[in-house]
Structure formats: C-alpha cells, structure tokens
C-alpha cells in the first residue's frame, strides 16, 4: 500500500529537478551570452576596456553562483531521499560538562 503523501512528495522533487535545470540553463545561458560579447569586442578590435574586464569577472562570480545553488539542491534532494537524518543522540550517562 502507499503512502498518502507520496505523490506530493514526487511533485515536490520534479518542482526541485525543474528549479535545479533552470538555474543551469539561465547562467550557461548568460556566461555563454558574456563569452558571446567578449569574442565579438576581440574580433572587432576593441581595446581592454572596463566592459571586457567586468565580463572576465562576472563568469566566474555567476559559475561560483551556479555551484552554490547546485550544493543547496543536492542537499535538498538529498535530505528529501532520506539520506541525511537527524544528528545522533549521545549515549546515556554520557554528559558533556567539565567534569573531573
């Protein structure tokens, strides 16, 4: 027999899988747009300027972005798998304090 819950956790998931996809294809998209205007200003002869050097910085800052965001979903998914549980408890009679 199944769950109740299991068709909303199913659409739960796909939500997450769709977020994760588009993420990946909104910043491919804009670093393949950025890679796009740097070879079209090296083609057209235009000099190191202030537009090439912030392009030649924002790739890495949006694939930094891109990383983070993949990590925060796997964790998502991952916990949603059940593949990460709660902390373990320390055993009885075990106490922390600064004992002697």
């Known amino acids: ?46 000099g190191p ?11 890495p800052v949006f694939l930094t972005l891109l990383g983070v965001i993949l990590y925060v979903f796997r964790g998502l998914l991952a916990e949603a798998g059940g593949r990460i549980g709660p902390l373990p408890r320390p055993p009885e009679g075990d106490e922390q304090g600064g004992g002697v």
Do not use: K, N, Y
Not at 12 to 21: E, K, L, N, T, Y
Not at 25 to 43: P, S
Not at 49 to 59: D, N, P, R, T, Y
């Open 1 to 46: 027999m199944s769950r109740p819950c299991a068709a909303s956790e199913r659409t739960v998931r796909a939500i997450q899988w769709a977020m994760a996809g588009a993420a990946v294809c909104f910043i491919g998209g804009i670093v393949i747009w950025i890679t796009h205007l740097i070879r079209t200003a090296w083609r057209l002869g235009d």
């Open 49 to 59: 300027s202030a537009s090439i050097g912030i392009s030649l910085v924002a790739i």
